[in-house]
């Protein structure tokens, strides 16, 4: 029982090595919506930070566009000379989706943001695409290939945007108290 309880404390984004690979956990996360609707007290939602949230979500729809930003912190026990083989964003089972097929696709993100203040007036640069994932009816998303932005890790911090063209597929952010496998993460092989 004691064992269990410890366990579920472990920070998400802990990393776990597996010989040449380790698993890590979003260090920072958010929505960013980008619109032109008002909150209640008049200002704009895309002003608001969106952070700290229990849920991330995107989305498409014709007045509004929702994004995934995941930031991620390279361990340093992989060490400065290490050379990533590869980087897989493991893609979580959502708990909400559309009904029918949905494609989720990864972009290189700038990494000057911070959970606390990230908004869309935080202008994180889009970088190149990165990959997808063609998602059918009754199925689960798989993992999408990030090799390149974790190869062009910034002192050590990389970010990504993920992206649907369809409406919301939410997921648990690394703030929501879920346990790590139900949260985004990525798997570096490095040698």
């Not at 008049?42 to 566009?65: C, D, H, I, K, N």
Request: proline share 5%; net charge positive.
């Amino acid at each position: 029982m004691r064992v269990t309880v410890l366990c579920a404390l472990i920070s998400a984004s802990a990393p776990v090595a597996l010989g040449n690979k380790v698993r890590l956990g979003a260090a920072r996360d958010a929505t960013i919506t980008y619109t032109q609707r008002q909150n209640f007290d008049g200002s704009y939602t895309a002003y608001t930070p969106s952070g700290f949230e229990p849920l991330v979500m995107a989305r498409q729809t014709a007045t509004e566009v929702q994004r995934i930003l995941l930031g991620f912190d390279m361990p340093p026990e992989m060490g400065e000379g290490a050379r990533i083989q590869r980087c897989r964003l493991l893609v979580p089972k959502p708990i909400q989706r559309p009904r029918g097929e949905y494609l989720l696709t990864a972009w290189e993100a700038g990494n000057q943001w911070e959970e606390r203040s990230v908004s869309a007036a935080a202008q994180v640069q889009n970088g190149e695409q990165l990959g997808g994932a063609v998602v059918r009816r009754g199925h689960d998303p798989h993992d999408i290939d990030v090799t390149r932005a974790c190869q062009r890790a910034q002192a050590g911090r990389f970010s990504v945007f993920v992206d649907s063209n369809r409406e919301a597929v939410a997921f648990y952010s690394r703030n929501s108290g879920k346990r790590s496998d139900k949260m985004f993460a990525v798997e570096v092989t490095f040698h």
